[in-house]
């Protein structure tokens, strides 16, 4: 039988942090190369540290976004952001995971191709 309880998602919030590796010199490099790594366990450590319930922070494969990593995808509202920075996770912690809200700066639109200026590190132009 199914029940309304059934149908709620398992983690109110699901994070997947691209940690793919592909071979120096990829045409498309790799968010590994780019931090992936280092993005995917600050994000836990602060999301632990900030206490925040039923979260899920998951490393993941290529989500064929490359170019533009390192890529997060928070779950269950599907937003996809570029992660260059300690500051970034922060943002996202803060604003998205406890407070509910888009960080639109950081979001990766469907179509983009490249960084916007205010998503490179030090919001380089
Ligand atoms: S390597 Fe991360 S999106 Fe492809």
């Known amino acids: 039988m199914t029940t309304s309880d059934d149908t709620k998602a398992y983690f109110s919030s699901h994070v997947f942090c691209c940690i793919n590796e592909r071979p120096l010199g990829h045409k498309r490099g790799c968010c590994l190369h ?24 998951n490393k993941s494969g290529c989500l064929d976004r490359c170019e533009l990593g390192p890529v997060v995808v928070v779950y269950p509202e599907g937003v996809w952001y ?32 490249e960084l916007r200026p205010e998503q490179r590190r030090g919001g380089e132009t």
């Not at 366990?41 to 602060?46: D, E, L």
């Open 82 to 113: 570029t992660c260059q920075t300690r500051e970034d996770v922060d943002e996202i912690i803060e604003r998205h995971l406890k407070g509910g809200e888009i960080v639109e700066r950081l979001v990766l639109d469907n179509d983009q191709e």
């Open 34 to 57: 780019r931090g992936g790594d280092g993005v995917h366990k600050y994000m836990k450590a602060r999301a632990k540290q900030e206490g925040i319930e039923n979260i899920r922070i």
